[in-house]
């Protein structure tokens, strides 16, 4: 019988508590991995890295990682280098969309670009990227550095994807799947897939394992969505109304656009590209996204990737890490930050 996200007993908020317990003793391993190869002989490479590193974040890719090992037996150690090439690559990517963005804000403190400049920023992301592939060079599995430098390159091509679409009002809800799919879901996919690959399992454990952590991903994305026009800067770790400010067509506006009237469609032409966007007018497009039960529709959306992500593990047997796993599928669409 197939696991629901309405149907499962759980606590009445979906907690990362027990994903957490379960990979404890392995995310202490992969930290030291982490610490350990963001280390340079020049001081600004680690006081950069660290920066963001050691500022909070919830770590899902590497920790679904080695859930995915749990999930599915794995004895060995190899997954611990893995996981922490899975944050470097996902740390590259942060650093370098701060300065593609201008972002001001990341996990509640200042953006490293503000701090440290953008060339450094940039160049430091470039150092997290090699690292990562020597991390998965040292493993020595072709088949895992198909998958995470594929994953790597999807990613980089979701970011660009979204970078053109930018201010594009007429941006479809079927085009931006596309694009987290490739920014954000990819990775989810690859740090999941991994686990079954060194664990020497069969494809349709890895397929599971790719599926899973794909619509995870999409899930978590669209949660985002919704959080940035739904909380608050001191709890989302950045800045209300980010996404407006960029023009950025996520799914709310997207949404609230297909619903709106003349007039608001004309409000959302301009304040997409660039012509209003001070406070006022972000007040007014959350008033608009909730006159349209935008964000409602996204969670909805976030709701039903999720229970894909749960469909994708129901084969395995029960246990602590399919448990953590489903309930890391219902936080992703709960959660305020």
């Not at 006081?47 to 794995?74: D, F, N, Q, S």
């Not at 701090?115 to 060079?137: C, H, K, Q, W």
């Not at 998958?147 to 999807?154: E, F, G, Q, T, Y």
Request: proline share 3%; net charge negative.
């Amino acid at each position: 019988m197939t696991a629901s996200i309405h149907s499962l007993p759980r606590r009445a908020e979906p907690s990362l508590q027990p994903l957490l317990a379960l990979v404890a003793d392995g995310m202490n391993s992969v930290n030291a991995v982490i610490l350990d190869r963001m280390q340079s002989r020049i001081p600004l490479i680690p006081a950069l890295a660290g920066h963001l590193i050691a500022g909070g974040g919830k770590r899902m890719r590497p920790m679904l990682t080695l859930a995915g090992a749990e999930l599915v037996g794995y004895g060995g150690s190899r997954h611990y280098k893995l996981a922490a090439a899975v944050e470097f690559i996902h740390t590259a990517t942060l650093l370098h969309d701060d300065v593609v963005d201008g972002s001001d804000m990341r996990r509640g403190k200042k953006a490293a670009n503000i701090i440290y400049g953008n060339p450094a920023t940039v160049l430091v992301g470039d150092f997290l990227f090699s690292r990562s592939f020597e991390l998965m060079v040292e493993d020595g599995s072709i088949k895992v550095l198909r998958i995470l430098s594929n994953a790597s390159a999807i990613i980089t091509e979701g970011e660009v994807d979204q970078l053109i679409a930018q201010r594009e009002i007429e941006t479809s809800e079927e085009r931006y799947l596309a694009i987290i799919n490739g920014k954000t879901a990819a990775l989810f996919a690859a740090a999941c897939r991994i686990a079954a690959v060194v664990a020497e399992r069969p494809e349709d454990e890895e397929l599971a394992l790719d599926a899973y952590g794909r619509h995870l991903g999409t899930a978590f994305q669209l949660a985002d969505d919704a959080i940035d026009y739904d909380s608050d800067a001191d709890v989302m770790g950045k800045d209300k109304g980010d996404d407006f400010r960029e023009g950025k067509m996520t799914l709310p506006v997207i949404l609230a656009y297909a619903r709106g009237n003349a007039e608001e469609r004309e409000f959302w032409r301009r304040a997409i590209a660039g012509e209003r966007n001070g406070e006022a007018d972000l007040a007014h497009a959350i008033e608009l996204i909730r006159k349209h039960d935008a964000v409602l529709a996204t969670r909805e959306r976030a709701r039903h990737y999720a229970q894909r992500a749960i469909d994708a593990i129901a084969s395995f047997p029960a246990s602590a890490a399919k448990s953590a796993m489903i309930e890391a599928a219902e936080f992703a669409v709960a959660r305020r930050f």
